[in-house]
């Protein structure tokens, strides 16, 4: 049988889906054939027609009826090699490319808000380092200025935050006590001072145990939910550590002075309904429905006006931000000076021996 021609004057059609492949940037092409090279034939099989493009001012047209490209705009091409592209793979890629800049957290921009996961592949159970900390700050800054309405922050896995990551602490501080009991007591004072200042509503959703710093920051957010399964705990005298991350201050102000000595002094565990009743949790939800039950609920939040939301925290949260950033500074001097000599890190030495919690 004779060979059909298809509409585009190809047979068969075979070098019409040879073109999609090349659209696509699939890597599927002929030898020889180079895709970088952008010119009259390219501008051919995207449909354009050299004089509609020489109305436009990117270039001009010559007598056989081609295209003589402005050399900006060649270049411009050039750059773009695969400017032929899909618009959701090329979202694709980018939001890809995001994530490539971090490695112990994960940052999703959704619609009206942005979403940063806890996802440490450094550390168990999302323990805290100085270089974790200092991406959830990077997160945080880029998060300030962008055009989200607010911040979710949870995290990947069955465990939120464990808090600081003590064998890290040991063999930094065993190498160059000084030093390095500075350079982290920084990065923690640096890291709690971004929630702090951070202007945006914060969010916080709680899928399991929150321990130490991770327990701390809580009362800096400003709206907490917790699935049942979560807990919460801040055993720090129980560590032969000072609090951290604002909780001396916020915890009694809070919880009340009892219940907070209690978690502070005797590392008292608070089950998710306990710290609902208590003020720490804003609502409490089952854990088969815990996701969709945040992200319906911060969907909602993110309808709302950004200068509505950002000005209502300002109002709420104002005059708490200088009591709040000297706390923060008093905090992470005493735990310097704590790291710093050589009771202090006994204190963590005999921690790790003894394991006083298990996550």
């Not at 019409?16 to 890597?27: C, L, M, T």
């Not at 980018?94 to 994530?99: D, G, L, Y």
């Not at 923060?328 to 790790?352: A, R, V």
Request: charged content about 25%.
């Amino acid at each position: 049988m004779p060979l059909k021609k298809a509409q585009n004057g190809m047979e068969n059609g075979d070098a019409g889906s040879e073109k999609e492949e090349r659209h696509f940037g699939n890597g599927s092409h002929q030898p020889g054939l180079d895709l970088n090279d952008v010119g009259e034939q390219d501008l051919g099989d995207c449909h354009v027609s050299p004089a509609a493009l020489a109305e436009n001012g990117l270039g001009s047209a010559l007598t056989n009826g081609g295209l003589n490209l402005h050399s900006s705009v060649k270049r411009k091409l050039e750059a773009e090699k695969d400017y032929v592209f899909d618009k959701r793979l090329r979202y694709s890629v980018r939001q890809n490319e995001s994530n490539c800049r971090f490695r112990d957290i994960v940052v999703r921009k959704e619609e009206g808000f942005t979403h940063i996961l806890l996802s440490s592949q450094t550390s168990d159970n999302n323990a805290l380092t100085p270089e974790i900390m200092k991406e959830v700050r990077r997160a945080l800054c880029n998060a300030a200025t962008d055009d989200s309405k607010l911040l979710l922050l949870s995290a990947v896995g069955s465990v939120f935050c464990s808090g600081l990551d003590y064998s890290y602490l040991i063999g930094r501080l065993s190498s160059d006590r000084r030093k390095e009991s500075t350079r982290i007591a920084e990065a923690i004072r640096d890291f709690v001072k971004a929630f702090i200042q951070f202007k945006k509503p914060i969010v916080v959703a709680i899928n399991g145990p929150a321990l130490g710093l991770g327990a701390s920051i809580l009362p800096l957010c400003d709206i907490v939910w917790a699935s049942e399964k979560a807990w919460f705990q801040t055993p720090y005298a129980t560590i032969r550590l000072t609090p951290a991350g604002c909780s001396s201050y916020t915890f009694p102000q809070i919880l009340g002075v009892a219940l907070a000595n209690e978690m502070l002094f005797c590392g008292r565990k608070l089950t998710a309904q306990e710290a609902c009743s208590r003020g720490l949790v804003s609502q409490v939800f089952w854990p088969t429905t815990f996701s969709q039950e945040v992200m319906l609920r911060v969907k909602e939040m993110a309808s709302c006006s950004a200068v509505v939301l950002e000005e209502s925290k300002c109002l709420v949260r104002s005059f708490l931000k200088s009591v709040l950033e000297d706390v923060n500074e008093k905090e992470c001097l005493m735990l310097k000076q704590l790291w710093g000599s050589s009771k202090g890190l006994d204190s963590l030495f005999s921690y790790l021996q003894d394991k006083i919690y298990e996550v």
